[in-house]
């Protein structure tokens, strides 16, 4: 039997207990349990101990030298500040992509390190999923769409081909969004809403069709 490598999940709420189970699925890692700054040590999700806090992933890797992270926080910013702060205490880190066995990828899509994409999303031909973002279930990226790290689609949304999202943008559940549009970086597209026109850097869109309801602080809570 092929021993297989050691993973740590960094998170230990609903969006970790998503990544729990596309894990499980893909068998390709044996999950070591939960590293979580808000919890005690051995409280339990999904059946996984909370081992610590951030500050100890050294001395786990100490005793796993083969570890992996997965950053398993749904919020872009939280998920950014967790990965700068590993980044800190270890040199170089494997943040290997989680994929659920039921989502299509097409062909020529490129998926960055630390990627989550859930079941039933479709990301089609010549795609680019930046590091860190994540793709909820059943949405979809059309073809040539651009996600830029620490980006996210909730669930259900639709991105029409050759749009680009900037980093740390967030589509929110339902949302459609028109092809070749550009959606700046650290905006909000709110749930259901149809977006017809580019967004601005730092705006929250909602509607059909969208429009801007305000601006948004760069790293200011969504969810």
């Given at each position: 039997m092929v021993k297989k490598s050691k993973i740590l999940i960094i998170g230990s709420s609903g969006h970790a207990k998503v990544i729990i189970d596309i894990?499980?699925?893909?068998?390709?890692?044996?999950?070591?349990?939960?590293?979580?700054?808000?919890?005690?040590?051995?409280?339990?999700?999904?059946g996984y101990r909370v081992l610590g806090k951030i500050e100890d992933i050294p001395s786990l890797f100490s005793k796993h030298p083969v570890l992996s992270v997965f950053i398993a926080i749904g919020d872009n910013?939280?998920?950014?500040?967790?990965?700068?702060?590993?980044?800190?205490?270890?040199?170089?880190?494997?943040?290997?992509?989680a994929i659920h066995p039921s989502a299509q990828i097409?062909?020529?899509v490129v998926i960055g390190r630390g990627v989550a994409v859930m079941a039933g999303a479709v990301i089609n031909p010549d795609a680019e999923i930046g590091e860190f973002a994540f793709i909820n279930?059943?949405?979809?990226?059309?073809?040539?769409?651009?996600?830029?790290?620490?980006?996210?689609?909730?669930?259900?949304?639709?991105?029409?081909?050759?749009t680009f999202i900037g980093e740390f943008t967030a589509v929110s559940i339902g949302a459609s969004i028109k092809e070749k549009l550009k959606i700046g970086a650290h905006s909000i597209i709110g749930a259901g809403a149809v977006l017809m026109d580019d967004c601005p850097d730092k705006s929250i869109m909602y509607g059909i069709p969208a429009r801007i309801v305000r601006k948004r602080s760069i790293g200011e809570k969504y969810i």
């Open positions: 894990l499980e699925k893909r068998d390709e890692y044996q999950i070591l349990g939960l590293i979580d700054d808000f919890r005690s040590v051995g409280e339990e999700t999904s910013w939280g998920r950014y500040n967790a990965v700068s702060k590993i980044l800190s205490l270890l040199p170089s880190p494997n943040f290997p992509a097409g062909k020529g279930t059943k949405a979809s990226a059309g073809h040539d769409v651009k996600m830029s790290a620490y980006s996210s689609l909730g669930p259900g949304v639709t991105v029409g081909g050759n």
